[in-house]
Each structure stands twice: as C-alpha cells, then as structure tokens.
C-alpha cells in the first residue's frame, strides 16, 4: 500500500477528535481496495429539488476530501428523514443565502452580484480544507483587482471554533471573507445547513465557482497541493493569469 493511500486519512485524522471505533472505521477505509481509474465517484445520481432540473452522477479527481459530520441525531422512529438534495452542479442559478462573519454582521451571497464568486465551504476540522487555505488566500489576493471574491463559508463546525479560529489565523488569509452558517450547533438538522439543503454538499473542502451573471461555473470537490483546478475555473470566466494587486 502506497503512502498517497493514507495521506487524506492522516490529514482528517489531525483534525478529528480521537476514539478507538473511529479510529478502526477510518483505517478500515483506509484499507479497502481503491478505484480504478484517475477519477473517483463521490456521489449517487440524484432527484433534483422541486422545480429544479435533474442531476447526474459525476465524477471528480481522486482528492483529499472530508465527509461532511451529521452534528444532529437522527430522527425518532416514524419522523420523516430530511432530504438532502444532489450536488448542484455548473448552469444552475447559485442559491442565495446569508451567513455571519466575525464580527457577526450578515453577509449575503446575493451582496456580490457582479463579481466573480469562489464560495468555499470548509470547516476548522477538516485537513483538506486547512491545507487548501494558503492557495485559497494566494488566488483571492492575485484576482481580486478583476472582481474575484472568496467566500470561506464554515459549514459542520461550532461558531466559537470557527472564531477562534479566524482570530489566530486571519492575518494570514486577510483577503478572504470568513463566514460561518448561522445555523450550525443550533435547532437545524444536517440537511438544514447552507452547505446542504441549498448546494447539496457531501464532502468538504467543496467550491462553487460563481460567475458574474449568478450562475455556478465550476464545482472543484477536494483539494491536493498543486491543485490548479480553481484557476483553470477562473480563467474560463475571463479572469486573466497576470497578477492583479
């Protein structure tokens, strides 16, 4: 077995809080018999919501990622599951929604209409996510004189981890607005979040490439280093390679 087999489990395994069944589970995964193929199918083919249009399985680079956490219990017996809809995928309108940032102020996706918007969501937990930050950081400050905002929204994480967080980290990241769901660790079901009942997120770190016109342009699932899938995203919505300060 080849060290890349175990490197996104030593990654999520940094960030997660230890037991020994979690442990077995994951080195169990860890262990079981790998795809063929450079790509990996990370979700079924899905039923889209009400009045939206249908998606298809698909496919992404065999990356890091991090299931998302179920933070909330699973229904009683005879409640109705929640249903969680399919990844939403590129041509379709980008759901608006508001989340909070440090200080606690409501930001608005809709609030960056005209822009060139890599909505990010991560958690402080997830080791993919963390490491994906720096390159995150570097495109946000590179285009953000051509109209290319990141929004970091935290998803399956507390608010007080996520503004520790910010605090001990945002001078590194100070081109990218940090946001966390309001509704993580409070009434809402997992398929209640942003990240879920909206963009139908199974694993973080995911990014939604958002054009100017409000339409997803990309959805990259997972981050590696040297992962150059976001700027070839961007470069498709007329955003230039040269450095913009």
Known sequence: MTLSRWFPLILSLAFLPWSPALAREQTEKAAAPAQSGPVQQIEPAGKAAAGGPSRQARTVPAVPVVPMRTIQPAPSAGAAAPEVIATL????????????????????????????????????????????????????HRFKSQGVVVLAACTSD?????????????????????????????????????????????????????GRDGKIAAVIVGY??????????????????????
């Open 158 to 210: 507390a608010r007080a981890r996520f503004e520790e967080f910010v605090k001990q980290n945002q001078a590194k990241y100070p081109d990218v607005v940090f946001t966390c769901d309001p509704n993580e660790r409070g009434s809402a079901t997992y398929a209640e979040r942003a990240s879920s009942k909206l963009y139908g997120v199974r694993g973080i770190p995911t990014q939604f490439v958002i």
């Open 89 to 140: 995928e590129a041509g379709v309108a980008a759901p608006d929604f508001v989340s909070k940032d440090l200080a606690g102020k409501e930001i608005k996706l809709s609030s960056f209409q005209g822009k060139v918007v890599v909505l990010d969501f991560w958690a402080t937990w997830c080791g993919p996510c963390r490491a994906s930050l720096p390159h995150t950081q570097e495109v946000a």
């Open 224 to 245: 590696s280093q040297g992962d150059e899938r976001l700027e070839e995203a961007l470069s498709k919505l007329g955003v230039k390679a040269e450095s913009g300060q």
